[in-house]
T-cell receptor, first 109, second 115 residues
Framework: QKEVEQDPGPLSVPEGAIVSLNCTYSNSAFQYFMWYRQYSRKGPELLMYTYSSGNKEDGRFTAQVDKSSKYISLFIRDSQPSDSATYLCAPGGFQKLVFGTGTRLLVSP | NAGVMQNPRHLVRRRGQEARLRCSPMKGHSHVYWYRQLPEEGLKFMVYLQKENIIDESGMPKERFSAEFPKEGPSILRIQQVVRGDSAAYFC?????????????FGAGSRLTVL
């Protein structure tokens, strides 16, 4: 079993749609849950992170963690073509992060 | 404030040659991580270093790969006797410290092609 599982997509949605991206993980020791965004041929950039269970909102983005089911979600409201990228979940502890394979999102105008 | 700087951005090597990838962390960051990304795959952890110390190399192949982060200068990921399977994007990341949320800042990556 992989430490982090993420549907690779691609996920295609029209502009303005609500997008839901999800990950599951196996290590109950993970305490921090990061979401990175990676544009084609670029390095990943941090989008947002949460600590332990709960929700966190930042503009059009909401991150949600359910530690009891080891399930991580990222919601994007009013999606834009500029949101087209690969989204990587990365749970971790105090040192290295473990990345999912990433979900490729395509938002069409 | 420059971000994480990696060079070269692109590197082409023939089988059997050596590849050296360099990474300068963000100013004020003393922790460096190397990740490898194969096409259609996620980022795979390779090694975590602090100045002059390897903290975790559990993701490094046992042979041909080595990493260092000297007291002065950039971190170096060295691949000896490269093979076609080493072709990948190699990303370096840095962080200020490893307490609390370990927020990694990534460089743009070095893309290695082995002919």
């Amino acid at each position: 079993q992989k430490e982090v599982e993420q549907d690779p997509g691609p996920l295609s949605v029209p502009e303005g749609a609500i997008v839901s991206l999800n990950c599951t993980y196996s290590n109950s020791a993970f305490q921090y849950f990061m979401w990175y965004r990676q544009y084609s041929r670029k390095g990943p950039e941090l989008l947002m992170y949460t600590y332990s269970s709960g929700n966190k909102e930042d503009g059009r983005f909401t991150a949600q963690v359910d530690k009891s089911s080891k399930y991580i979600s990222l919601f994007i409201r009013d999606s834009q073509p500029s949101d087209s990228a690969t989204y990587l979940c990365a749970p971790g502890g105090f040192q290295k992060l473990v990345f999912g394979t990433g979900t490729r999102l395509l938002v069409s105008p | 404030n420059a971000g994480v700087m990696q060079n070269p951005r692109h590197l082409v090597r023939r089988r059997g040659q050596e590849a050296r990838l360099r990474c300068s962390p963000m100013k004020g960051h003393s922790h460096v991580y190397w990740y490898r990304q194969l096409p259609e795959e996620g980022l795979k952890f390779m090694v975590y270093l602090q100045k002059e110390n390897i903290i975790d190399e559990s993701g490094m192949p046992k042979e041909r790969f080595s990493a260092e982060f000297p007291k002065e200068g950039p971190s170096i990921l060295r691949i000896q006797q490269v093979v076609r399977g080493d072709s990948a994007a190699y990303f370096c990341a840095s962080s200020r410290d490893s307490s609390g949320a370990n927020v990694l800042t990534f460089g743009a990556g070095s893309r290695l092609t082995v002919l």
